[in-house]
Nanobody, 121 residues
């Protein structure tokens, strides 16, 4: 069983910074894609950033230039550095990994429980 645990959320003033972490534990053979999503009240969950095993990244237009996604493969951990935070960045942030538990298994998606980020004016 694979578990993802996020940490680093909290309350921050607009213009401030936070760093989120997502660590995977359990039976893990490989992780290809590591994603960060967020969901604001009344909105659908949206992809914020993605990093694949080769290191390529993509970002939502709304966070380009402010957020940076990175990964530590040895620790099966993804990070999201969030700078110049705005009110509209408020929401629950979820990590999602696509990986395998063995060399012969099919890849599956695994989700964390979410961490709240609140940006005050």
């Amino acid at each position: 069983q694979v578990q993802l645990v996020e940490s680093g959320g909290g309350l921050v003033q607009a213009g401030g910074s936070l760093r989120l972490s997502c660590a995977a534990s359990g039976r893990i053979f490989s992780i290809n894609t590591m994603d960060w999503y967020r969901q604001a009240p009344g909105n659908q969950r949206e992809l914020v950033a993605r990093i694949v095993s080769g290191g390529s990244t993509i970002y939502a237009d709304s966070v380009k230039g402010r957020f940076t996604i990175s990964r530590d493969n040895a620790k099966n951990t993804a990070y999201l550095q969030m700078n110049s935070l705005k009110d509209e960045d408020t929401g629950v942030y979820y990590c999602a990994f696509n990986g395998r538990i063995s060399v012969t298994s099919r890849p599956n998606w695994y989700w964390g429980q979410g961490t709240q980020v609140t940006v005050s004016p």
